[in-house]
């Protein structure tokens, strides 16, 4: 069943570190899933990203040869969020996560900052 193979997914999804919200969308920009974020925000990420799916596979198709020229994921980051974007036929899957850096800064404060009390500071990956 395809609806419990999307259940197992997104169950697999909230048990990386820093994951933190997801939609569910159709090629036409109907949300069809979402959690942890507003109705309102899916929308104006799901705006957002498929005009930006759009654009991408357009100049990759025009960049790079077949069968180099699909673009299968785009990964963004800014300082609030990590974005991975996928397009998987007439779906499209956003996940937002804490960016890695934010992701090390809870597990320190979580564990007494060991690293601190080390005299290390801690690295990014």
Known sequence: NAGSEVDDVIRDLKKIPGFHAYAILNNDGIIIKYDAMTYKEAVHHAHLVLS?????????????????????????????????IAQ????????????????????????GGEAAKEGETAKPP
């Open 52 to 84: 930006l799916c759009s654009k991408a596979s357009r100049y990759i198709r025009d960049l790079l040869d077949p069968p180099d020229n699909e673009v299968e994921s785009i990964r963004l980051r800014t300082h609030e969020y990590e974005m991975i």
């Open 88 to 111: 998987h036929s007439n779906f499209t899957v956003i996940a937002t996560q804490n960016p890695s850096n934010k992701v090390e800064a809870s597990k320190a404060a979580t564990t």
